[in-house]
């Protein structure tokens, strides 16, 4: 055993764990995996627009789909394995219309849908395979309200960036900026998070995404921020507590080595405080639970990419990997639209 795998093993070895390295991703990736039988109990139809597969909407949210055909002309085709839109919603428009009045409705009642409390008018993109500019928007077949996507279980995006500075020579020779979430956050307040981190607004693309997020969340100038390195991505499909909410979602990950008289501050009302930990304090962290689940998995992606973790100090290093990199069965954008950026 190197100095390097002493060294890590004996700090983590410090304070008791309460999860391994591998609960922390099955709590991000929580889907039962095929040929799980957890699949048989769950109680899932497709949602598909153009014949392809986008998503997945639990069956107690077909009477509410069945309720709002009734009051306006009917939106959705029902049957007792697919939610599919009637023909007559055929183009982006109509399609994402349709969803925004329903979902307007909904929201007013968050006794059956708790998850709109968050709304955060801002809408993510579903794509399809087929990119035909007549029926499409930015290559999306239709968009959603943000916090609405578990409802339907489409596919979202996000940027996550790692802020770091280094210490010495060899790669594990790194610090990390960790961010503390504020209080006020409507999802896990005051979990540690990612230097920065957002999701992709539909309109925007992943590296305009991180330069804006640096300034809003960190106070990370644009000239700054504009040396983040595209590093690979995470993927996870999570299940909610319930079993009738599914989030598949890809991060896209940077890096950002920062400059050791550089200090992010905080800038918006996401963030509450920043500190510069060494990679014994992100591990010990990750494995008392207190960081938000896909943003431990990002600190775990960069530890594995800077050989802080390997294969002779984690025995659950092969499936760690794997698991980091979900495939998601649902199309993304083969074009990153950018009509919303400023020039």
């Not at 999802?187 to 925007?204: E, I, K, R, S």
Request: hydrophobic residues 40%; negative net charge.
């Amino acid at each position: 055993m190197n100095a390097h795998t002493t060294t890590f093993a004996m700090a983590t070895d410090s304070v008791q764990p309460r999860w391994t390295l591998l609960d922390i991703v099955n709590q991000c990736d929580s889907f039962p995996y095929a040929p799980d039988p957890r699949l048989d109990q769950l109680s899932f139809l497709d949602f598909v627009v153009d014949d392809i597969p986008v998503g997945r909407i639990h069956s107690s949210l077909v009477p509410h789909l069945t309720a709002f055909n009734q009051n306006v002309r009917p939106v959705f085709d029902i049957t007792g394995r697919s939610v599919s839109f009637m023909p007559w919603l055929s183009d982006y428009d109509s399609r994402s219309g349709a969803i925004a009045q329903m979902l307007n409705e909904w929201r007013t009642d968050l006794n059956n849908f708790s998850c709109l409390s968050g709304w955060r008018d801002e809408l993510y993109g579903v794509y399809t395979h087929i990119n035909d500019p007549a029926t499409t928007k930015g290559g999306a077949a239709l968009a959603i309200e943000r916090s609405a996507c578990g409802l339907f279980g489409v596919h979202a995006y996000g940027v996550h960036l790692n802020g770091f500075v280094r210490t010495g020579p060899k790669p594990w020779d790194v610090q990390l900026w960790i961010a503390r979430r504020s209080l006020t956050k409507p999802t896990y307040p005051g979990l540690l998070d990612n230097m920065v981190a957002g999701g992709m607004g539909f309109g925007h693309s992943p590296k305009y995404t991180v330069i804006k997020e640096c300034m809003e969340e960190a106070t990370v100038p644009a000239d700054i921020a504009v040396n983040a390195i595209p590093v690979g991505t995470i993927s996870y499909t999570k299940l909610s507590k319930n079993a009738k909410e599914t989030q598949p979602e890809t991060q896209i990950v940077y890096d950002l080595e920062l400059p050791k008289d550089f200090t992010p501050t905080p800038c918006d009302t996401e963030v509450e405080s920043f500190r510069l930990w060494s990679m014994d304090q992100v591990i010990n962290a990750i494995r008392q639970g207190e960081f938000k689940p896909n943003c431990a998995c990002v600190c775990i992606h960069f530890m594995i990419r800077h050989a802080v973790l390997t294969p002779e100090n984690e025995p659950d290093y092969l499936d760690i990997v794997h698991r980091l990199h979900r495939r998601v069965e649902y199309p993304g954008p083969k074009v990153w639209p950018t009509f919303l950026e400023a020039p």
